[in-house]
């Protein structure tokens, strides 16, 4: 296989036709989004409240 390969609008038109999306997506694919969006968001907010009390200018440089 090529890496330039190339193929016609023609050609991917013509393999494109009467295909339709089917759903592949169960319930518990959804509960397990749900449950990972939920658990991404507390910690970028744990995170970000952790920042905002500790955070500050740098200590000086002292040589």
């Known amino acids: ?6 193929i016609s609008v023609e ?5 494109g036709e ?3 999306l089917r759903r592949t997506l169960r319930a518990r694919d959804l ?3 749900g449950v990972g969006i939920i658990i ?3 910690i970028f907010t744990l995170a970000g ?3 905002k009390e500790n955070a500050g200018p740098a200590s000086p440089c002292r040589s």
């Open 40 to 42: 991404g968001t507390g």
């Open 31 to 33: 509960v397990g989004f």
């Open 18 to 20: 009467g295909n339709t």
């Open 49 to 51: 409240v952790q920042a």
């Open 11 to 15: 050609h991917v038109l013509q393999r």
């Open 1 to 6: 296989m090529s890496v330039t390969r190339t």
